[in-house]
């Protein structure tokens, strides 16, 4: 029998209740926030691009979205982290927290956007992770036979096994190793980035832009949506059930503390790429470095660490979202059998289709692109921003009123415009990709 739009999100709701749902009765700490939100925004496929972007965009205009985009979404951030138990109800899920402010089409828009987000989100890390995968094998085998799509199904074997670990918590030893993987990629992946910028002629690099006028505005519409992507983060009440109380507190630091660790790798490798290769810079950062070859070996080795937790992260609405229907209908002892069998056969489902999709398609800059534009700026950007006012949380002095409405609604009205060319951009240079490239093309 199906299930209604409404008794889904009445499902959900019970479904947090009975079983805590991470509803105020997480176990995590403030550092386990962190761990979390680092694995979940800063992932060697999210920053990686960040060079191509600023090349794409123009020292001015790029450092300046950059910056933009770095500080608009820690204020979001901060925004649905204080919405946590606006109206006296803890709200342990984006969804529920969307249908407390906005009713039922607020639970279906945060639905709609999060699938987007977190489906685009995975099949980008598909590709970078093969991509990572296949430069290691060929640093000790350069003649080997396996292809990229051979790499794209063993990572998403790996991220089948993690996908039956059942909650983000379980996740925490995973994401605190991941964190560390960030802090070496960047690190690694800086040094070498300006090793190979000191030892390439830099009269040979180039600043400009190529191409005719069109194909230059839609190569920065793309940029806008990649540097979007950059800080996708669509998970927040998910993370923030998780942790304990005063949970409003410990989400504070938790995204406080990731940022930190943003800040100090985002605009060192966007600034120091750009610098290095100019507007020749590769879409996926590893790509246009050339030696020493043992150190961009590591750097594909943390990548890879890296975005095995980030992909997980992003899996858990979606899981979450089939367990709650499954747990309506396990009520005898062994319902637990019924359900571990079940969450295996829709987690094989669910990465045979992201896998399919990476392997045919490894068009790695055009998915961070368009889900960044589509999933991710609705979620980060614009719903934070409206939610806040819509929920009544104002200051009381009028002028500060005021002040808080205009830089609000500036914020969504920017970046709905953001998202509606950063979608332009990315579908642009999917369909050239398409006529390009052959599908499964070994890229």
């Excluded at 972007?53 to 933009?68: K, T």
Aim: hydrophobic fraction near 45%; charged fraction near 10%.
């Amino acid at each position: 029998m199906s299930i209604s739009r409404v008794d889904g999100e009445e499902l959900e709701s019970a479904a947090q209740e009975q079983e805590g749902g991470g509803g105020g009765s997480g176990k995590g700490t403030w550092k386990h926030a962190a761990f979390h939100v680092a694995t979940t925004i800063a992932t060697p496929a999210a920053y990686a691009p960040l060079p191509f972007a600023l090349a794409s965009l123009g020292w001015p205009l790029g450092v300046g979205s950059l910056v933009l985009g770095t500080l608009t979404t820690w204020y979001s951030s901060l925004l649905v982290a204080s919405l946590w138990q606006w109206d006296g109800k803890k709200h342990s899920t984006y969804r529920l927290l969307g249908k407390s402010i906005y009713g039922s089409w607020g639970y279906w828009f945060i639905t709609m956007f999060q699938q987007i987000a977190s489906l685009g989100n995975n099949i980008a890390i598909q590709i970078a992770a093969g991509s990572s995968l296949k430069a290691i094998y060929k640093y000790y085998d350069s003649d080997g036979s396996l292809t990229l799509q051979d790499f794209i199904i063993f990572f998403g074997a790996l991220e089948l096994l993690l996908s039956q670990l059942p909650d983000i918590h379980s996740l925490r030893w995973v994401n605190a190793l991941c964190t560390f993987s960030t802090i070496g990629f960047a690190a690694t992946t800086i040094g070498v980035t300006i090793y190979n910028g000191k030892n390439i002629d830099r009269d040979s690099i180039s600043y400009g832009f190529h191409g005719s006028t069109s194909a230059k505005n839609f190569r920065a519409f793309n940029a806008l949506g990649a540097i979007a992507f950059s800080f996708g983060d669509a998970m927040l009440p998910e993370i923030q059930s998780t942790v304990i109380e005063p949970a409003k507190k410990s989400m504070y630091k938790g995204v406080s503390a990731a940022y930190s660790i943003i800040i100090l790798s985002y605009w060192q490798l966007a600034f120091s790429g750009y610098w290095a290769f100019g507007s020749q810079v590769q879409p996926y950062i590893l790509s246009s470095l050339a030696t020493p070859q043992w150190t961009i070996v590591m750097a594909n080795i943390f990548a890879v660490i890296q975005i095995s937790g980030c992909f997980q992260i992003y899996c858990r609405p979606t899981y979450a979202y089939f367990e709650n229907q499954v747990l309506s209908k396990a009520s005898n002892g062994k319902a637990w059998i019924r359900k571990s069998l079940l969450r295996l056969c829709f987690t094989s489902i669910y990465m045979a289709l992201i896998t399919l999709v990476a392997a045919a398609m490894p068009f790695f800059g055009d998915f961070v692109s368009i889900c960044g534009a589509v999933g991710f700026t609705p979620l980060d950007f614009v719903f934070p921003a409206l939610a806040f006012l819509k929920a009544g949380k104002m200051p009381k002095n009028p002028k500060l009123r005021c002040l808080v409405q205009g830089i609000h609604l500036t914020i969504a009205a920017w970046f709905s415009v953001v998202a509606v060319l950063g979608c332009i951009g990315a579908v642009r240079f999917i369909v050239i990709d398409i006529n390009t490239y052959k599908f499964f093309h070994d890229m």
